[in-house]
């Protein structure tokens, strides 16, 4: 059997990852390092189903740490690094958990240009995968969370991965980043969920990350193949209802959301209506997650 | 050289070895050939038996070969841009490095990444210049008073220029050296010497004796070393391209006779065929104008041989970051002379950011 973070004990966590803790996540693995212990504990409690690797060629080589420096005496600061490189500015100490969850998806978004890469949560159910492109303040983390806490499988909360061979979508099945109201209501819908520490004040308020379902971590391997778009809106009162959105529409949303869209140049406007074809596109509004999670039911019935 | 990167120089020398890297080999090299910004570069050399290489490694350098396709698309439509807002200027306009490799399709342009784009000009056209840009969207990074002195009486540029829409970089040179340097060049003959450039109305490019040269000259006055290396391939690129025309080689160090430029033409050679194994005929060495004693050029190896590796932690040995510095205070050294670099540097050290 492959060995899995969760099987570590406390002290070889942290032994490992001062040198190094090499994690697979989707087709990634990163090689992170910390002398942190709140990231610690973080990998801990979110990333327990993830595999570990040995040796080889690793994607990603991160760090988050301490800034050192008189910075050590006064407000402590904590930083990111890929390699040598320090792409964001210094955060207080407190964060470095998210910060290093920010810092991944910033090498996968930068570096990633072998897929074409949407600004989306993605999720799938009876083999058919759905889309969430999301502005912020929509509640698509929100749903993500309750989606994935209710069946479905996760495939990514902020990066939805197309592969340029065959368009089906690749898992990463990373942590759902969750984001002030909605971290307690989470916790209140779903009293199993593992949900790791609230780290208050960041650039996005107060964050939290839910822990992937185990079968999720379990299936990263297996690609879906996309069924819709649905473009979530939550608004207080409403009735939740799906209704159809122009693909037109669809189109232009996914290819200026994208991370990479332009880049790929023709292969990425290829990749995009293939996409689009492929997909049935939707407006949904709703108020009460529970609707939500009925209709989103019967999208894959 | 460090032997730690002996992999990553053996994959620029002999692509095909690439083949044969085991994982843990990778796991440098792409780091290596990414922080020195040649991964796209192991990216064009690998494309043609790339189901040989790990799927994972591939797909990094896949991803980097991508990102310098996109480049070089957008260089196109960034100098067809160029070229109407620049249509009533006269005399050439000529594209020099990742401009020129791009727009005339040259064998250094094979998965190379690039920063800004740079054109050489008349001196006398460069008011005239400046104004057609400013009107097309182009405007100048802010600069206090001293900065626009040092760039216009001492610099052999405008300061570098960026368009208010599209955020290319764009610097307009009117010579290939400062105007303060110790080594004086004539950069009228470069301009003369250009040819128009198919599909690019308003642009020309240098002959080839000329990109070799420029490129070297950059090269070897340069104080900031990151993108040696990457220079350095351009240059083995070039010379592989041209040196197979026998005539080539005596007419290049003719040219570096007249345009004064025989020491860095010498050092080009030199570590171009040392790190890359460029075949640079024994002659051409010999015959080189300005070449430095042999203690001289010893000394020289103890500065380049670690700078060319400075761009990743896993190649830097002990002598990198003094002979780092040395360099960068040679680069001022040959910018200008003493009475104008002593204040220069001071008011650099004392001035808290920026340029």
């Known amino acids: 059997m492959a060995l899995t973070l969760g099987l570590l004990s406390a002290r070889d966590l942290r032994r490992r990852l001062a040198l190094g803790l090499d994690l697979r996540t989707g087709p990634f693995r990163f090689l992170i390092r910390s002398r942190r212990e709140d990231v610690a504990r973080g990998l801990e409690r979110l990333y327990p189903d993830f595999p570990l690797e040995v040796d080889g060629f690793r994607d990603f080589h991160v760090r988050v740490d301490a ?7 006064y407000k402590p600061q904590c930083n990111f690094w890929h390699d040598e ?12 958990f998210p910060l ?29 995968a759905v889309i969430l492109p999301g502005d912020p303040g929509a509640g698509k983390s929100t749903l993500t969370a309750a989606l994935a806490l209710s069946g479905w499988r996760l495939l990514s909360d902020e990066i939805t991965l197309i592969d340029r061979e065959d368009g089906h979508i690749v898992p990463l099945a990373r942590p759902i980043s969750l984001k002030n109201q909605s971290i307690a209501l989470i916790r209140e819908a779903f009293p199993e969920a593992v949900i790791g520490d609230t780290a208050l004040d960041t650039h996005k308020g107060s964050v939290a990350h839910l822990r992937p379902p185990p ?19 939550w608004r207080a009162e409403a009735t ?20 990479n869209y332009s880049l790929l140049g023709r292969l990425g406007f290829e990749l995009n209506a293939a996409l689009i074809d492929a997909c049935a596109c939707w407006d949904f509004e709703y108020s009460r997650l529970e609707d939500a999670l009925a209709a989103f039911e019967e999208l894959v019935a | 050289m460090n032997p730690a990167c002996a992999a990553f120089l053996l994959a620029l020398r002999e692509p095909r070895a690439m083949a044969g890297f085991d994982a843990r080999t990778w796991d440098k090299v792409v780091r290596q050939a990414r922080a020195a910004g040649l991964l796209g570069r192991l990216g064009a050399r690998a494309a043609g038996f790339h189901e040989r290489l790990p799927p994972a ?10 990102l310098a396709e996109q480049q070089c698309r957008a260089v196109h439509w960034e100098l067809a841009q160029l070229s109407r807002d620049l249509e009533g200027i006269a005399g050439p306009v000529v594209l020099l490095k990742g401009a020129a490799y791009a727009a005339a399709d040259l064998p250094p342009a094979a998965g190379r990444l690039f920063t800004d784009i740079d054109l050489l000009l008349p001196r006398a056209q460069l008011d005239a210049t400046e104004a057609a840009l400013m009107l097309g969207g182009w405007i100048s990074s802010p600069h206090d008073a001293y900065d626009l002195r040092y760039f216009r009486e001492w610099m052999h540029e405008l300061p570098p220029m960026q368009h208010i829409r599209r955020q290319t970089w764009l610097d307009v040179h009117h010579n290939l050296l400062p105007e303060s340097a110790r080594r004086r060049t004539r950069p009228g003959l470069i301009l003369a010497a250009s040819t128009p450039l198919p599909g690019f109305p308003r642009f020309s490019i240098p002959a080839p004796v000329d990109l070799v040269l420029h490129s070297a000259t950059h090269l070897f006055h340069e104080g900031e070393w990151q993108h040696g290396l990457r220079d350095l391939v351009d ?68 500065l380049f041989l670690p700078a060319f590796a400075c761009a990743h932690a896993e190649c830097r040995g002990l002598l990198t970051r003094p002979a780092a510095f040395v360099l960068y205070v040679r680069s001022h050294w040959l910018r200008m002379p003493l009475h104008l670099l002593l204040p ?12």
Not at chain 1, 85 to 96: D, I, M, R, S, V
Not at chain 2, 57 to 66: D, F, N, Q
């Open chain 1, 240 to 259: 939740a209802r799906l209704t159809r959105h122009s693909k037109a529409d669809a189109f232009i949303h996914a290819a200026t959301h994208g991370f």
């Open chain 1, 67 to 73: 800034v050192a420096g008189l910075r050590r005496c």
């Open chain 1, 100 to 128: 290093l969850e920010w810092g991944m998806n910033w090498c996968i978004a930068g570096y990633a240009q072998h897929y074409l890469m949407l600004h989306a949560a993605v999720l799938e159910r009876r083999g058919r």
């Open chain 2, 235 to 302: 240059l083995d690129a070039l010379l592989r391209a041209y040196g197979g025309e026998p005539a080539f080689w005596g007419r290049l160090l003719e040219r570096a006779r007249t345009l004064n430029l025989g020491r860095p033409l010498y050092y080009a050679l030199r570590y171009a065929r040392r790190l890359l194994h460029t075949p640079v005929p024994e002659e051409a060495i010999a015959n080189c104008p300005e070449r430095p004693s042999s203690l001289s050029a010893a000394v020289m190896d103890v």
């Open chain 1, 215 to 233: 079968i999720s971590v379990a299936r990263m391997g297996e690609k879906a193949r996309p069924a819709h778009i649905v473009f979530p809106r």
């Open chain 2, 344 to 355: 220069h540097l001071l008011r650099k050290a004392l001035k808290p950011e920026g340029k």
């Open chain 2, 57 to 66: 490694v591939w797909r990094h350098l896949e991803a980097a070969l991508t």
């Open chain 1, 85 to 96: 490189h320090a792409p964001f500015k210094p955060l207080p100490l407190n964060h470095a």
